[in-house]
């Protein structure tokens, strides 16, 4: 008897019609959709990391083949914002099972690749199916769990998040290493297909969710193409132009202006011409709810914290320190595991036990802290210096990532949970876009300006004689204008972190022991 209950209480709740469960338990649909995630995140890291060889392989230069990685962000960020629409439309398994299918295929398209367009093309490819993954994959776990089972549920979710980053740089390096760069792709087919096999067989298509596409459909469906053109021309230009801003020298590049203003007037007319459209691609009326637009805002800003420190650690490792690429990712590592082992208890205590409200506010003052830590900084550091300094930021993660996930649904209405997953993940992707983008663009100005005014110390009268080799003075200046470069950002970036924390008081405060259904 006892058995039978416990068998009986892993079931999908009868009284979550939207759950993809259907009679099976909803922890096995979590771990069945989580096999996607962890694909998709380990490709993006494990790119980054093969970048140098693939240029050579495809005979192209370094700061060309960087428009492999701009290709997949632009096409992921034109197609994350109209995911919702598009698997109202189509059906969420069956969209879902699209995208893992398109970036399967695109990962096998990149493996074969023998010139710089074939490998631009198929990253895009890759780009279109990983974009509607994330969306479709969090509004599966916002509909199957209870919502006071939802925290824990969004920590499995991270887990494989934060797993994914942390075996990336790794994995990447020894396949490239022992192998080929093939192999960063080719790794990704026998995931695809495991992940399409699992999903066909055991997730499920809600009656809830047939209704409401009949009923779309009945109605006659209107296709927003102003909507959808504005959505390629303005976060297509807009994720361009953050690429290219630092390369290209900024506004003073006509390309990166044209870019902006493009960029700048399609965003704005989407914004105004969706909130009239009845079907609109981009669904930004959600942002009428007060707890989802704050945590929109959060997350964006969350995004520029943490995806902009996750690139300088690892740079300042291989500029500064002569890290390979391997042992620089590493560095991350640390972090990566206190991540992991933390992410259940932000799982168990969201709701339970502290509001989210201050576990956001905890997590984001944690986080500046942090980085402001990073800025004490000098070229006497080693590897478990910055180890130590991605822990210290790493352990707030789960805090931000896994009450947001909770408490940014409350006020979204059950048939919007895609369009609302959509739009966060879309923050918190542009978020980490800006991030990089200012941040590289403000390490070479400072670069530029710590050289010069350490270069004017330099003199015969100061220990250095008109004889003295020029090399080794520049060597040094270049260190120490880097390092102090680098302490520069982290200062800026953890002001930041200590400046947002008040955001985190306008979210609503829950009941205590469970997250408010919708």
Not at 479 to 505: K, N, R, V
Request: proline letters at 5%; a neutral charge.
């Amino acid at each position: 008897m006892a058995h039978a209950l416990k068998a009986h209480t892993l079931m999908a709740d009868p009284k979550l019609p939207r759950s993809a469960a259907g009679d099976r338990s909803p922890w096995l649909i979590a771990v069945i959709v989580s096999v996607a995630t962890f694909m998709e995140v380990l490709d993006v890291t494990i790119v980054n990391v093969a970048l140098r060889h693939i240029a050579g392989s495809l005979a192209t230069s370094l700061d060309e083949s960087t428009w492999i990685v701009t290709s997949y962000l632009v096409s992921n960020a034109i197609v994350l914002p109209v995911s919702g629409w598009l698997a109202n439309v189509i059906g969420r398994k069956r969209f879902y099972m699209g995208c893992v299918a398109v970036f399967t295929l695109g990962s096998a398209l990149c493996a074969v690749s023998t010139s710089l367009p074939m490998m631009l093309l198929a990253r895009v490819i890759q780009g279109i199916g990983g974009g509607g993954m994330a969306p479709t994959e969090q509004s599966i776990f916002a509909d199957t769990f209870r919502p006071e089972k939802r925290a824990q549920a969004f920590a499995l979710y991270g887990l494989t998040v934060v797993t994914a980053p942390a075996v990336g740089p790794t994995l990447g390096g020894w396949l490239t290493d022992n192998y080929s760069w093939h192999w960063c792709f080719l790794i990704n087919l026998p995931i695809g297909l495991l992940s399409l096999t699992l999903v066909q067989l055991f997730v499920v298509e809600p009656e809830a969710l047939r209704q409401d596409r009949r009923r779309l459909l009945a109605g006659g469906l209107r296709v927003d193409y102003i909507g959808f053109a504005l959505t390629v021309l303005g976060f297509g230009a807009l994720q361009i132009m953050l690429d290219r801003y630092e390369r290209d020298d900024g506004f003073s590049s006509d390309f990166v202006t044209v870019l902006g203003v493009i960029a700048a007037v399609s965003l704005l007319t989407l914004a105004v011409w969706e909130i009239w459209h009845p079907q609109p691609a981009v669904n930004v009326r959600l942002l009428r709810s007060r707890a989802f637009a704050i945590s929109c805002a959060v997350m964006f800003l969350f995004g520029v914290l943490l995806i902009s420190s996750t690139q300088l650690l690892p740079q300042l490792a291989q500029t500064l320190l002569n890290y390979d690429a391997r042992t620089a990712g590493l560095t991350l590592g640390v972090g990566g595991l206190a991540t992991l082992v933390l992410m259940p208890l932000a799982g168990v205590v969201t709701g339970r036990l502290v509001q989210p409200k201050w576990l956001i506010l905890m997590a984001l003052a944690g986080t500046g802290w942090a980085l402001y830590a990073g800025a004490q900084l000098d070229l006497g550091i080693g590897f478990w210096n910055l180890s130590m300094l991605r822990m210290m930021q790493a352990v707030w993660l789960p805090f931000v990532f896994i009450p947001l996930s909770a408490v940014c649904y409350v006020g979204v209405p059950p048939d919007r949970t895609i369009e609302a997953s959509a739009l966060i993940n879309l923050m918190r992707n542009l978020g980490g876009s800006v991030g990089v983008s200012f941040t590289t663009t403000m390490l070479q100005e400072r670069l530029q300006f710590h050289h010069a005014r350490l270069a004017e110390h330099v003199t015969a009268y100061n220990g250095y004689g008109w004889h003295t080799p020029l090399a080794p003075i520049d060597a040094v200046l270049q260190a120490q204008a880097g390092i102090m470069s680098y302490l520069d950002i982290f200062w800026l970036l953890g002001m930041l972190g200590l400046c947002i924390w008040p955001l985190a008081l306008f979210l609503p405060r829950m009941p205590k022991g469970a997250v408010p259904a919708h």
